[in-house]
């Protein structure tokens, strides 16, 4: 820990922002910040202890580090401080929910697989966060689907021993792991959901017959507790429904399936030193080469955005148009918080329009976004609006900008801190809006730049009912996450 940051720790020990920010006495911070390494699982390992603090002392769940970190994606205790100051100051809402997917998909983030910001790609996917197993499950088929996709889904009645070709037929080291309970008797999937991640495989074999089991190690946010922790497990195919051993007793919990991050030339993604064979095995040459297509029917909303990704590609992207030809960076496309940004020069006159047409309808109606901008500074007059295929706009709900009162006494007035993306809410931010047209509207300063780094999307993903297929049914309690605000 640097003197800077301890120093910031000590100074902030006594501010207690939201109930469960970092300067709370109550705060755990077991766990690494800016968790790293050469392979996810090194990364999943240094946050082991990371757990959840301050749940009776603000009077909710999900609290602490695990919220700013895994959800909200705070990278550090400055951070993350900023982040409960700005929840509880500009009045944000904050639904809490178990995190177990979205630890996963923060440990893809930090990691960079299967795309240099995790799951966000440049194409029908922009946000890194996945916020429940759905979204694992469709994403991992739509990028199966894709050419070029970065991504393998292995259903459970994949899994085969026979014909052994890891990172095809059995998962890998750092591979996703959806685990659901299931009605033995109806063979039907219930609600009751984990995420996990693979750390280590071992590789039971014998000279006669071949592989007789593999035996497996996870890493999992909030499963056998509210921190990260490891189980291990002696067979997978034993726990899937074929073979019919629960993962926990009395819980007819089973793995549903695997996702497999590719690289960009096609191959799984994984650290060969936690994949153990014992006995004779080897691994065929080619059996690490992605196999496309050898699995089970994808989910129909794969397909769905599996097209809208091929119309993107045909349009070599969304069109972006500017009101002022000095504003740079659109032609590169949407700010993605690594390598596109938009700039906005210092005294240009009048507003600036800039409108984003995604070319289609997104298969995922849109709950909201968010708009992180560079430390030069925020907009104070922004605003944003969408409209579908119909280009009727409706304006998105953005939390007040001003400067509120800091301190206590009062001594000053603080603006957003420039850490914090701002969030647009659009309708209820619940049920979601269609979208195809995005535009942003600000007026640039007399003597700075703005520039836009990053332009995140919270998708509302519709809920599948195994006897009507694809519903537009979610569960009232899926409210959207801190960054989008509640007041109007």
Same mark, same amino acid.
């Given at each position: 820990?640097?003197?800077?940051?301890?120093?910031?720790?000590?100074?902030?020990?006594?501010?207690?922002?939201?109930?469960?920010?970092?300067?709370?006495?109550?705060?755990?911070?077991? @766990?690494?910040?800016? *968790?790293? +390494?050469?392979?996810?699982? !090194?990364?999943?390992?240094?946050?082991?202890? %990371?757990?959840?603090?301050?749940?009776?002392?603000?009077?909710?769940?999900?609290?602490?580090?695990?919220?700013?970190?895994?959800?909200?994606?705070?990278?550090?205790?400055?951070?993350?401080?900023?982040?409960?100051?700005?929840?509880?100051?500009?009045?944000?809402?904050?639904s809490r929910e178990a995190w177990c997917s979205e630890t996963v998909a923060y440990w893809h983030?930090?990691? @960079?697989?299967?795309? *240099?910001? +995790?799951?966000?790609?440049? !194409?029908?996917?922009?946000?890194?966060?996945? %916020?429940?197993?759905?979204?694992?499950?469709?994403?991992?088929?739509?990028?199966?689907?894709?050419?070029?996709?970065?991504?393998?889904?292995?259903?459970?009645?994949?899994?085969?021993?026979?014909?052994?070709?890891?990172?095809?037929?059995?998962?890998?080291?750092?591979?996703?792991?959806?685990?659901?309970?299931?009605?033995?008797?109806?063979?039907?999937?219930?609600?009751?959901?984990?995420?996990?991640?693979?750390?280590?495989?071992?590789?039971?074999?014998?000279?006669?017959?071949?592989?007789?089991?593999?035996?497996?190690?996870?890493?999992?946010?909030?499963?056998?507790?509210?921190?990260?922790?490891?189980?291990?497990?002696?067979d997978i195919l034993q726990h899937t429904p074929a073979g019919g051993v629960p993962l926990a007793q009395g819980g007819n919990v089973f793995i549903r399936g695997f996702g497999v991050d590719l690289d960009a030339s096609g191959y799984p993604v994984y650290d060969p030193e936690r994949f153990f064979p014992v006995g004779s095995y080897a691994p065929p040459e080619n059996a690490l080469s992605a196999a496309r297509g050898v699995g089970t029917a994808p989910d129909p909303l794969a397909y769905l955005l599996k097209e809208y990704s091929d119309a993107l590609r045909e349009t070599s992207g969304e069109h972006i148009d500017c009101t002022h030809p000095n504003v740079t960076g659109t032609d590169a496309g949407i700010p993605n918080g690594r390598d596109t940004s938009w700039v906005i020069p210092a005294g240009l006159p009048g507003r600036v329009r800039i409108e984003v047409d995604l070319i289609a309808t997104h298969p995922l109606k849109i709950r909201g976004l968010y708009l992180k901008w560079s430390d030069e500074g925020i907009p104070p007059d922004l605003l944003v609006t969408r409209a579908g295929e119909d280009r009727e706009f409706t304006r998105g709900q953005l939390p007040d900008l001003d400067p509120v009162p800091f301190g206590t006494p009062l001594v000053c007035y603080r603006p957003w801190p420039a850490v914090i993306p701002v969030p647009v809410r659009f309708g209820t931010g619940v049920q979601g809006e269609s979208l195809r047209y995005l535009r942003i509207w600000l007026t640039p300063d007399p003597s700075h730049e703005y520039e836009l780094e990053e332009i995140g999307f919270f998708y509302r993903w519709p809920v599948v009912s195994q006897d009507k297929g694809i519903t537009q049914v979610m569960d009232a309690t899926d409210e959207p996450y801190l960054l989008v605000p509640v007041k109007p």
């Open positions: 820990m640097s003197s800077a940051v301890a120093a910031a720790q000590q100074s902030s020990s006594s501010v207690c922002f939201n109930g469960d920010g970092p300067g709370c006495s109550c705060f755990d911070d077991s @766990g690494a910040w800016e *968790p790293s +390494g050469d392979w996810i699982n !090194d990364i999943a390992r240094m946050t082991l202890g %990371t757990r959840d603090s301050c749940s009776e002392a603000s009077n909710r769940g999900s609290c602490g580090k695990p919220y700013y970190q895994f959800v909200l994606g705070m990278d550090t205790y400055l951070d993350a401080l900023e982040m409960s100051w700005a929840a509880e100051a500009f009045g944000l809402g904050d983030r930090r990691a @960079g697989i299967p795309y *240099p910001r +995790g799951y966000r790609n440049d !194409d029908w996917h922009l946000s890194w966060q996945l %916020t429940w197993v759905r979204p694992f499950h469709v994403f991992y088929q739509t990028e199966e689907l894709r050419d070029e996709g970065r991504g393998i889904w292995i259903e459970h009645s994949d899994i085969d021993y026979e014909n052994f070709l890891p990172g095809v037929t059995v998962p890998l080291p750092g591979s996703y792991v959806l685990v659901q309970k299931r009605d033995i008797a109806t063979e039907r999937w219930l609600s009751g959901t984990h995420s996990m991640l693979i750390d280590e495989m071992v590789v039971h074999t014998d000279d006669s017959e071949g592989v007789q089991r593999v035996s497996f190690t996870v890493i999992e946010g909030n499963g056998q507790g509210e921190f990260v922790g490891t189980r291990s497990y002696e």
